[in-house]
């Protein structure tokens, strides 16, 4: 059994973000039980840079880790790992309360949001019917995001720094020892280190039994996603979301990329989308449209768990302080991934806040374990 500083559970972009910061200053090994890192959520993703979204908490992080995606360290992305698109809110009569709800949250949180009529809407996306809304809001400034570029980019990083990538090693046994540390067997890998991170996502309540660590409750819910036909005059359509959370499209290259923006509540596994599902968003979106969608070319699901406040997990655990927990990201983990990785770094050094999160106004108590116990 050899030793470490540091064992990162989970090869998504929270385990890959936390094992690169982490690295600094420790020897981290990260564990994967896929054979191929982001296999689940991360990989699944079709992230956007969304200020105006996820719970009031969550939000610091995400400004917080605007600078690395326009400019990443250039050893880990040559390139700005951002592109333009913007936002376009559309609401329907019966949802104007949901749309001054979305404006409020986005005010409150620094957004530019800019109030437009119906016709202005459908003058900027040509297939919305201007008839069908009672409103819509424009978000000039969410952007679409590299994910696989954001998640090599880290692990790029971490590899770097002199860090280890274990794959196809599923976690079975996580062993207390009597200085504090862990005894950790993950496949055929036995290692002793003194702190252990989980960000096992979906998984993470069962890497903290293993442990013998309190659940924080977590819940998968699955997100349906496909592909229909689009033409490439539509490239620069900002993303159409309905106010209400009850469906969403986007430009992907010449196609576009669709989802009823369903929350299904599922056991962590490799999820597969419900058809049903794929045709409630259909009809959906032809309702509110003149796409007329008949066939879909692809589809596919992801996970988004949660913790019951819908607020991400970050920092120590209250009861055992060698045991970490990066867990809860519910649909924000590729966007605030750099700052929950420096987070989740400075909380396991003891050291006080980067700068950078201070400044965004990030509060580690919102986010910490202890709420939940």
Known sequence: MRSVDAVVIGGGIAGVSTAYYLSETHHVVLIEAEPHLAYHSTGRSAALYFENYGAAPNRPLTRASRGFFFDPPPAMSAEPLVSPRGALWIAGPDQEAALVEIETQGRETGCNLIR???????????????????????????????????????????????????????????????????????GSHRIEAGVVVNAAGAWGDRVAALAGIEPVRLTPLRRTAFMVAGEPSWAKWPMVVDAEHRFYFKPESSQLLCSPADETPTDPGDVRPDPLDVALAVERINSATTLGIRSVRTEWAGL???????????????????FVWLVGQGGTGIQTAPAAGQLVAALTRGEPLPPELADAGVDPERLAVGRLR
């Open 304 to 322: 988004r768990t949660f913790a019951p406040d819908r607020v991400m997990v970050i920092g120590p655990d209250d009861q055992h302080p060698g």
């Open 116 to 186: 437009i009529s119906p016709a202005e809407a459908a003058e900027m996306v040509s297939v919305i019917v201007a008839d069908g809304l009672a409103g819509a809001i424009h978000e000039p400034d969410p952007m679409d995001m590299d994910v696989a570029g954001i998640h090599q980019a880290f692990v790029a990083g971490f590899r770097l720094a002199g860090g280890e990538v274990l794959t196809s090693a599923p976690v079975t046994s996580l062993d207390r020892r009597p200085d504090g540390g862990w005894a950790v067997e993950a």
